[in-house]
């Protein structure tokens, strides 16, 4: 799989704040890939870097193909309508405005709201939808469901889940550990202006050497166990299961929390 993008030594300073200090990744095209970090730890400034919205000190950035930027909630006027929003920033763009994406992201339903009465889902769907305009291959969102509640976040995540379904790469910065688990395919954690980890969420968690907890419930009563090897020892237990002709009715496995990972890793342990 080639590169969407490729982030070699990256240095970026604000006066004395030294805030990426040399970092490098590549992100494949096709995938979901998350920045997370504490506040403040510099995913924003990466990403606007990358965007060209940012100048750097130091360091190579290399894009194949066009971007799309999800806009800050601050940068749109109050009073400026959806479709108003939509025309603007596809005439900037030289883009046509395309109806399938007002209406995969529900923008015909809001069309004409002022950006002030906007819902914080409204406002995020639209944020989505301008930074599609113009069919990019590479799509920037950061903190994309922030304040949403629930429904709000589950519409979003399939949102963004069809767009890489279409082929897009996505980079986005995010702080929700259950959004990064159900959607990224890899993520990097930024501490101390260096890439502390990168990697999936599987290895994230088991890189802690991190245990899970299988729980069965059987025919004969329930089971508990913990393991470092999820994999064989649901091979093992199943097998004698079925040896003993004991039905298994249900299964659950538990692993580590990644947030606890999170933690460790970008608080500094
Ligand atoms: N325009 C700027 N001028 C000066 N300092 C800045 C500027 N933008 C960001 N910073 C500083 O750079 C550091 C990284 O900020 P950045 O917004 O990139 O972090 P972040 O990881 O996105 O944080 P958050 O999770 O809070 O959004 C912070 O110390 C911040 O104060």
């Given at each position: 799989m080639s590169n969407a993008l490729e982030i070699c030594d990256l240095y970026k300073s604000y006066g004395d704040n030294k805030v990426i200090k040399g970092i490098s990744f590549d992100v494949r095209q096709g995938e979901i890939f998350a920045l997370l970090g504490t506040n403040g730890a510099g995913k924003t400034t990466t990403l606007e870097c990358i965007e060209g919205l940012k100048s750097y000190d130091g360091g190579s950035i290399s894009r194949t193909g066009k971007i799309g930027v999800q806009l800050q909630s601050?940068?749109?006027?109050?009073?400026?309508?959806a479709h108003e929003a939509m025309r603007l920033f596809a005439k900037w763009n030289r883009a046509p405005l395309e109806d399938s994406v007002m209406k995969a992201l529900g923008i015909d339903e809001i069309k004409n709201k002022q950006y002030r009465d906007m819902s914080t889902g409204q406002k995020r769907r639209l944020h989505l939808a301008i930074a599609l305009i113009g069919n990019p291959d590479i799509i920037f969102l950061d903190?994309?469901?922030?304040?949403?509640?629930v429904e709000g976040r589950a519409r979003l995540h399939e949102q963004i889940r069809r767009l890489k379904e279409s082929g897009k790469t996505i980079i986005m910065a995010s702080h929700d550990m259950s959004e990064v688990e159900n959607l990224c395919d890899r993520i990097a954690i930024l501490k101390d202006g260096k890439i502390g980890f990168m990697g999936t969420a599987w290895e994230l968690t088991d890189k802690a050497g991190a245990s899970s907890v299988i729980q069965i419930k059987t025919s004969s009563g329930e089971e508990r166990l913990t393991t470092d090897n999820m994999v064989d020892t649901l091979l093992e237990v199943l097998h004698s299961y079925k040896k003993r002709q004991i039905t298994v009715e249900d299964i659950k496995v538990e692993r580590a929390s990644l947030e606890e990972r999170f933690i460790d890793i970008a608080r500094g342990d």
């Open positions: 601050s940068s749109l006027p109050a009073n400026i309508k903190e994309p469901t922030a304040g949403l509640d």
